[in-house]
């Protein structure tokens, strides 16, 4: 059996997502500590440019030809830190 090389790096995505509430509030203070989610996914680099980030983080070969899957694309923005895996 030939094992096929992966080229795309593995990483950890670190971003914020919204949070948001239908809870009414009595005590406005209650909001204090209400706040963004920290939120982190680990899959493979397909893409990266100043707008966007795209990872893949389930991936096949049929022979040499490579099918991936579960593509995540994030806004640049919302991304706070990309890690390198090994």
Request: proline letters at 1%; glycine letters at 4%; one cysteine or more.
């Amino acid at each position: 059996m030939i094992k096929n090389k992966l080229k795309y790096k593995r990483v950890k995505v670190i971003w914020q997502d919204i949070c948001s509430s239908s809870q009414w509030y009595d005590e406005l203070s209650d909001l204090d500590d209400f706040t963004v989610s920290w939120c982190e996914d680990i899959g493979y680099l397909y893409y990266r440019d100043s707008k966007v980030i795209k990872i893949f983080s389930s991936f096949s070969f049929d022979g040499s030809k490579l099918s991936i899957g579960n593509v995540t694309a994030y806004p640049r923005c919302v991304v706070k830190k990309i890690e390198y895996l090994k």
